[in-house]
């Protein structure tokens, strides 16, 4: 709708499915009692529009019982989703390997499988085919195929604005413009919307993870390479070219000086000096959990380092939650009262600090809920496979 414009018929038809089909995933059975009540549209207005649903198969009615409260005691109209009318596509495309997961219409996973990709330098065609290969599998696994997929979402290392195209003022950034959207589109029909992976992972943080309902929150993913994102006042922040949340900055900050992550650290601190790593990072965590003083040396480095990281976001963001995430979460609960305990040395607006319960799951789950976005705002434009 243009600013100062009327809504039409059409846009509110639109705006009245998504309302509804966000109730109804969250939700069992819902009556139009319900409805009413969870998305402020008249009687009028929530019978048309689930019975608009029900016509093009988003939704299924289901015996009539009675509706409590009713004074007439009429029966009640009970609407339900249908969870496997379509399926989504999330996928974590990172340097060496990609994960893509299957789910459906109420975000529960149904399908996974990983690839690895032979090196970083392996041609677009090749990396296209491997993400191909990876989706193929986890559609196999969920027992439909690529005809059932409504929406895809890809999360990618590198900035992408609003309109999915990735940032390519960095030769490492340019390696994810492959043209996966034409290839995928070309070949099953797909729509597939494109995102940076941090972005993705405050998505996911806040729908499944420890920020559940925070409309100020920052995840930053730690393992190799720092990378946040931001959600402000419940609203993704992508900046103009889709680099809101990169860490580069870090180079300029007292104590910190790169954006390397705690995964990388961990193996670097803990060698020998002028040797390379000979140990991963959860072994570093495990040898100071053990009481091993080179180990706890390193945490108590990382554990500054971060909270330099950390203040350096709460300056600038504000947020009510910062959230370390990535495959490193799993052990970097350690840190945390390190860091909580530095914090108010560096910055006079302190957040709550936690460690992400969704582990290297983190970007696929965010990956899911963005292309469920897609669908629910789309629903009336879609058409779901024959035979849901």
């Given at each position: 709708m243009k600013a100062g414009g009327a809504a039409t018929p059409q846009m509110m038809r639109r705006v009245n499915a998504h309302a509804a089909l966000a109730f109804l995933r969250t939700t069992g059975v819902a009556t139009g009692t319900d409805l009413m009540a969870a998305t402020g549209l008249t009687r009028a207005s929530v019978i048309a529009v689930c019975e608009d649903l029900l016509r093009r198969g988003w939704i299924s009615e289901l015996d009539s019982g009675r509706e409590t409260g009713s004074l007439k005691g009429r029966p009640a109209r009970r609407f339900e989703l249908n969870p496997r009318a379509g399926f989504v596509v999330g996928i974590d495309i990172g340097a060496a390997t990609t994960t893509a997961v299957v789910a459906d219409l109420r975000g529960t996973i149904v399908g996974k499988a990983s690839r690895s990709f032979r090196s970083a330098e392996i041609p677009a065609r090749e990396r296209i085919e491997v993400v191909n290969q990876a989706c193929g599998e986890a559609l196999a696994e969920a027992g439909t195929g690529p005809a059932a997929v409504l929406a895809v979402t890809a999360g990618l290392a590198a900035p992408v604005d609003r309109d999915g195209n990735v940032l390519l003022t960095k030769q490492f950034w340019r390696k994810f413009d492959v043209g996966l959207r034409t290839a995928l589109a070309e070949r099953h029909g797909w729509r597939v919307l494109l995102e940076n992976d941090a972005n993705l992972a405050a998505l996911g943080e806040r729908w499944r993870g420890s920020g559940v309902g925070v409309n100020d929150l920052v995840v930053i993913l730690a393992s190799e390479r720092m990378g946040a994102g931001i959600i402000e006042s419940g609203r993704l922040l992508h900046g103009h070219s889709g680099a809101a949340g990169e860490m580069g900055y870090l180079d300029m900050i007292e104590g910190v000086g790169s954006a390397d992550g705690?995964?990388?650290?961990?193996?670097?601190?803990?060698?020998?000096?002028?040797?390379?790593?000979?140990?991963?990072?959860?072994?570093?965590?495990?040898?100071?959990?053990?009481?091993?003083?080179?180990?706890?040396?390193?945490?108590?480095?990382?554990?500054?380092?971060?909270?330099?990281v950390i203040a350096s976001v709460a300056i600038m963001a504000n947020p009510e939650q910062v959230v370390l995430g990535g495959a490193v979460a799993d052990s970097a609960g350690v840190l945390l009262p390190g860091i909580m305990e530095r914090l108010p040395r560096f910055t006079a607006t302190v957040p709550r600090v936690t460690a992400s319960p969704l582990g290297d799951s983190i970007v696929t789950v965010g990956a899911v809920r963005h292309a469920l976005d897609y669908v629910e705002a789309h629903a009336l434009d879609l058409e779901l496979p024959a035979g849901t």
């Open positions: 705690i995964a990388y650290l961990a193996r670097e601190w803990f060698a020998r000096p002028g040797e390379p790593p000979t140990v991963e990072a959860r072994e570093v965590f495990a040898a100071a959990a053990a009481g091993d003083p080179a180990a706890v040396l390193v945490m108590d480095r990382l554990a500054e380092r971060v909270a330099r």
